[in-house]
């Protein structure tokens, strides 16, 4: 199996990339952007911008691919609120440009297309767990664009019997993730604290919003099982299928520390918008690929502790 990688140089492709060479053998080339540093070995590189969208063909007629995992995107929230055009550009304009290439190309390529639970937006307690077919209220730009972006897919799928599959993955944590993120950044104060680098106390917004949390190594395992065994045109919800708070979350973590750490609570950091309980329903992803996780959110968490004692 010959797969191609678009935006591998984030934080989900390093593992995917590993993922595929190591445990599915398959053979694999990866894009990242011409500015970004990224080496992944054994992977074919190649820099592409998916914005230019005759570089996207180029590229989909030379390598004809058997398989597309599209990771490339705008992947924040709050940068989605500063720059609206970019996100929507890079997240809708760039998937059209993925998806008319490989239309364009002719080869049966399969194309995995990576949603968000975002796209869910305003979930209700008792709505939860989420499934896929639950309408989507999305409540920020991103949420918008990878809400449109499944559309997409989902009209192509259709009108022209292309092989194209959607995921919405719920919150992916693991060593090497951007401390922009909750998980990251309890970690990464973690290990400044025990370095004596920071003041014990660990300032936090809403700490009882609950989120599925899952290892990206779970995750990537997922995007490869549904690459093999996913059904054309279906979306599925990729998560652990049990939410936490994040305050449990946060006290794991520092329970993995001899340190002595306060937990301050900051209102200034409480989002107005923020969703009480998002969990994901996974029932359709395990019926059709058999998936189930392997790391369990402790050794994960331990994992990122480790990552950020050697980073700080
Ligand atoms: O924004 P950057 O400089 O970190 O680059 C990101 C890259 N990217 C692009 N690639 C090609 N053409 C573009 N116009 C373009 N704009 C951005 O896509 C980054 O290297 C990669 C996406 O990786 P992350 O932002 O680290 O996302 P992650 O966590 O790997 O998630 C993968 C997918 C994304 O579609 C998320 O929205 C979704 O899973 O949750």
Redesign the pocket.
Known sequence: MRALI??A?????SYLTEHLQKESGWSVSA???PQ?DCSLLGAELYD????DKDSVKALMDKLMPDCVFH?????SVALSWKRPQLTVD?NIK?CVNVLEAVRQAGAKTRVLL???SEEYGAVREAENPVSEERILHPVNIYAAA?ACQNMLGTIYAGAYGMDILMVR?FN?IGPGQAPAFAAADFCRQTAKIERGMQEPVIRTGNLSVKRDFTDVRDIVCAYAALMQRGIAGETYNVGSGRAIAIRELLEEIIGLSNAAIRIETDPDKFRPADVPVVEADIRKLERDTGWVKRYELKDTLKDMLEYWRGKV
């Not at 990771?71 to 992947?75: E, H, P």
């Open positions: 678009i935006g140089a984030g934080f989900v492709g894009t990242k952007l970004e592409l911008d998916i914005l990771l490339a995107a705008q992947s890079v760039g990576i949603g968000s990878k993955a992916h």
